[in-house]
C-alpha cells in the first residue's frame, strides 16, 4: 500500500515506483489498483488557482490532467460536478501512467500480470467504482510500449 496526496503516479518519484517494482517483481501481486476518492482535497485545490507552497508541484500533475480533458470539463458548468468529474479522470489517468511504467510492462512480458484498475471511493455511500481496469496492456498507445525482445551482444534489442 502506497499513499499519497491525490493518488498520483509520477514517473520520476521513486517512493511509488519502489513500491510498484517490489509489488509486482518480488511479491509478484496480480492487481495493481489505483484508488481515488471523492471529494479529495488535492483534485480541489489544483482546480484553484490558490499557491500553496511546494505542494503546487505535486498538484501541478492534476492541472495536466486538466488539460488534457479541458473541453469535457469546462463543458460541466456545476463546478462540483466538474471537480467530482475531475477525481474520476485523474484516477484514470494514473492507471494510466502505471500501464507506461516498464515495471507493469515487465510483469505483463513475464508472467501475465498484474491487472491494473481504477477506483473512486465515495465517502458518503461507502461505495467503490471501478472506472477503469487495463488487462495486458490493451489498448497502450504503441509509443508507450516497451520492447522486451532478445538482446545482441552489445545489449541493444534485436
Ligand atoms: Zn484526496
Given at each position: 500500500?502506497h499513499r499519497n ?9 521513486f ?15 496480480n492487481?495493481?489498483?489505483v484508488?481515488?476518492?471523492?471529494g ?9 488557482n ?27 458548468a ?7 468529474r475531475?477525481?474520476?479522470?485523474n484516477v484514470c ?46 489498448d497502450l ?18
Amino acid at each position: 500500500m502506497h499513499r499519497n496526496v491525490a493518488n498520483l503516479v509520477v514517473h520520476t518519484d521513486f517512493s511509488i515506483l519502489s513500491v510498484l517494482q517490489y509489488a509486482v517483481e518480488v511479491l509478484r501481486v496480480n492487481h495493481v489498483i489505483v484508488c481515488g476518492h471523492c471529494g479529495c482535497s488535492g483534485d480541489k485545490n489544483a482546480m484553484s488557482n490558490c499557491d500553496l507552497g511546494l505542494i503546487n508541484k505535486w498538484l501541478r500533475n492534476i492541472k495536466d490532467v486538466y488539460r488534457l480533458f479541458h473541453r469535457e470539463l469546462t463543458s460541466i458548468a456545476d463546478l462540483t460536478l466538474r471537480f467530482e468529474r475531475l477525481v474520476e479522470l485523474n484516477v484514470c489517468e494514473q492507471v494510466q501512467n502505471l500501464a507506461q511504467t516498464s515495471i507493469v510492462q515487465g510483469g505483463w512480458n513475464k508472467r501475465q500480470a498484474p491487472t491494473l484498475h481504477g477506483w473512486v471511493y465515495n465517502l458518503r455511500t461507502g461505495y467503490l467504482e471501478e472506472l477503469a481496469r487495463i488487462e495486458l496492456g490493451a489498448d497502450l498507445d504503441p509509443i508507450d510500449r516497451f520492447d522486451f525482445g532478445p538482446k545482441d551482444d552489445q545489449g541493444r534489442r534485436a
